[in-house]
């Protein structure tokens, strides 16, 4: 096994909760017998194939759609950002894909196998830290622990290295002892973290990892994140309203709204100072902006559009046209005081979604 905790930050940490970990904990007594057979089918899955397809995925609540005809793959080794407002169905797509609760219409599969009606088999790989925690508050983290290994099927003689393994991760195991009751919420937030590892998921799906969390704590759990991402493959499904600190980690995010997946952001592309799906925005400054060089600048090739705010005009292309630019207005006799590709960050992506929404 990969030794990956002398790369771990140690977290420090923070106050209270309980709810549906339960009920999917539940769920696991009945995978307990299949865990035990062990098989590997699942592994076969490489990098970068796909891992979570949804095909037409629509659930509907009383006739209201909270996920509407949905179509979106994840791979497998991403990080994926699943951003949008309260109520845009970010939380009914995770428990479909868990097998929490059933698609009015349309399929979700990981991993090939579909999650309705082998949600057993979905859940062998999964883990999930669900947007409300539910431990047993009269337990200490590492009977808690324990009780999700038991339910897991892992090896009696494994589970005491394995809790350990994960407390450090996650900077608990000076606390293993202590009742869950007196933990705080940031600390129950880290022993989430440390039961979803504990069985070594393919994919872990983490329903607001850092709400209510200080921002050096958020931090930290994001890096620990990158690194289990990077260092054991972990496949990540993030569901967060925290857009900067999500476009740290993510490789890739979806955006929704209203139950449908409105827009696309990669991420690195964003740090090239890509917009959205690719595109760049040229910013110019120049003296005297003439009809003319707006009308040649609106003919180079690839220019999707051009807007014109007082002295300064912004282009939209799909390659980097600047020297195109800067020949045509020094060929026009124009003084050009700046051009610059500019930064999108991801708030300002979200937030022009919206406005178009
Ligand atoms: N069990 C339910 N019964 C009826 N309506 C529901 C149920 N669960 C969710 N909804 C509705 O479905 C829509 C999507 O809710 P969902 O919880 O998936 O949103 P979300 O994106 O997770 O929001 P948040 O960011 O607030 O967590 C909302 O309009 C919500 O009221
Ligand atoms: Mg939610």
Redesign the pocket.
């Known amino acids: 096994m990969i030794n990956i905790n002398k790369n771990i930050n140690l977290l420090n940490y923070d106050k209270s909760f309980k709810s549906n970990m339960e009920s999917f904990k539940s769920n696991y007594v009945s995978t307990v017998q299949v865990n035990k057979e062990k098989n590997n089918q699942n592994s076969n899955i490489s990098l970068g194939s796909p891992l979570i397809i949804a095909k037409n995925l629509t659930k509907q609540?009383?006739g209201?759609a909270?996920?509407n005809n949905l179509n979106l793959t994840i791979n497998k080794g991403e990080i994926f950002g699943l951003l949008?407002?309260?109520?845009?169905?970010?939380?009914?797509?995770i428990l479909m894909l868990l097998g929490l609760t059933e698609p009015t219409s349309g399929q979700i599969t990981v991993a090939g196998f579909n999650s309705t009606k082998e949600p057993i088999r979905v859940k062998r790989i999964t883990g999930y830290l669900p947007?409300r925690l539910g431990f047993y508050e009269d337990l200490t983290a590492r009977q808690n622990l324990k009780y999700t290994a038991e339910l897991n099927g892992i090896p009696e003689r494994e589970i005491e290295n394995k809790i350990q393994e994960v407390l450090e991760i996650v900077g608990l195991d000076n606390v293993k002892n202590n009742l869950v009751s007196t933990f705080s919420k940031g600390m129950k937030k880290r022993l989430g973290i440390a039961d979803v590892l504990i069985k070594d998921p393919q994919l872990a799906i983490l329903d607001?990892p850092t709400e209510g969390l200080d921002i050096k704590i958020a931090n930290q759990i994001l890096d620990n994140i990158k690194i289990l991402n990077k260092e054991k493959n972990i496949t990540f499904l993030i569901?967060s309203?925290q857009l900067n600190l999500i476009q740290k980690i993510c490789s890739r995010i979806g955006i929704?709204s209203k139950?449908k997946l409105i827009g696309e952001v990669k991420i690195d592309l964003l740090s090239r100072g890509l917009f959205g799906e690719g595109r760049y925005i040229i910013e110019i400054e120049v003296s005297n902006i003439t009809d003319e060089v707006l009308n040649k600048i609106k003919e180079i090739d690839k220019v999707v559009k051009v807007n014109k705010k007082d002295n300064v005009i912004e282009v939209i292309s799909d390659e980097d046209i600047r020297p195109q630019i800067s020949k045509i207005i020094v060929d026009n006799n124009l003084l050009l005081t700046r051009m610059n590709i500019k930064d999108s960050s991801l708030e300002e992506i979200y937030l022009k979604y919206f406005k178009e929404d």
């Not at 949008?84 to 169905?89: E, I, L």
């Open positions: 609540y009383n209201k909270a996920v949008g407002p309260n109520g845009a169905g970010k939380s009914t797509f947007e607001e569901s309203h929704m139950g």
